[in-house]
T-cell receptor, first 113, second 112 residues
Framework: GEQVEQLPSILRVQEGSSASINCSYE??????FPWYKQEPGENPKLIID?????ERKQIQELIVLLDKKAKRFSLHITDTQPGDSAMYFC????????????FGAGTKLTIKP | NSKVIQTPRYLVKGQGQKAKMRCIPE?????VFWYQQNKNNEFKFLIN????????QIDMTEKRFSAECPSNSPCSLEIQSSEAGDSALYLC??????????FGPGTRLTVL
């Protein structure tokens, strides 16, 4: 089955700077790549996603890049704020909308004031 | 924001006891997923349904869990005989057969 690797596992950045999380996947059939943000005691919330027909997507301060050839995708948070501190999970899914999602191991992001 | 409803939010069971949790998917969403998130934040896919039919499930689910999604009733996931290693957050997600999966608040199971 699909394997998703996520790095780094811990990330600390200064408020106002950018944070980047990198993921890679193995299954070339994967064509959907969501990102989830999870705060302590809460459920994961979908914050941005990208499909394989795109290379870049931006929603406000969130930018997702996808390199299908290298099987890599990344999340970039620009102008980080304290509220961005959380666990972030990348994920991959193949082919159809009813396919399971395979998650990365997560990145604990801390924004330093 | 997700409109998936999960009950109960917290569940405490002794080893060997049954543990049952429920999920009401977002209205109109025919596809339902169950995932387990352990204390190390690792996700494990358990089972998914389209309407009332099982699409995929892992071996553990087939052997130790009982799950269903009857029409006009909540979906349910039941561990037949709880083990300490089952302590985790159980997340239900639904989708409109598109790609996005929205999670409910989860049921946090503690097996003593």
């Amino acid at each position: 089955g699909e394997q998703v690797e996520q790095l780094p596992s811990i990330l600390r950045v200064q408020e106002g700077s950018s944070a980047s999380i990198n993921c890679s996947y193995e299954d070339s059939a994967s064509n959907y790549f969501p990102w989830y943000k999870q705060e302590p005691g809460e459920n994961p919330k979908l914050i941005i996603d990208i499909r394989s027909n795109m290379e870049r997507k931006q929603i406000q301060e969130l930018i997702v890049l996808l390199d299908k050839k290298a099987k890599r995708f990344s999340l970039h948070i620009t102008d980080t704020q304290p509220g961005d501190s959380a666990m972030y999970f990348c994920a991959a899914s193949a082919n159809y909308g009813n396919e399971k999602i395979t998650f990365g191991a997560g990145t604990k992001l801390t924004i330093k004031p | 924001n997700s409109k998936v409803i999960q009950t109960p939010r917290y569940l405490v069971k002794g080893q060997g006891q049954k543990a049952k949790m429920r999920c009401i998917p977002e209205k109109g969403h025919p596809v339902v997923f169950w995932y387990q998130q352990n204390k190390n934040n690792e996700f494990k896919f358990l089972i998914n349904f389209q309407n009332q039919e099982v699409l995929q499930q892992i071996d553990m689910t087939e052997k130790r869990f009982s799950a269903e999604c009857p029409s006009n009733s909540p979906c349910s996931l039941e561990i037949q005989s709880s083990e300490a290693g089952d302590s985790a957050l159980y997340l239900c997600a639904s989708t409109l057969s598109t790609y996005e999966q929205y999670f409910g608040p989860g049921t946090r199971l503690t097996v003593l």
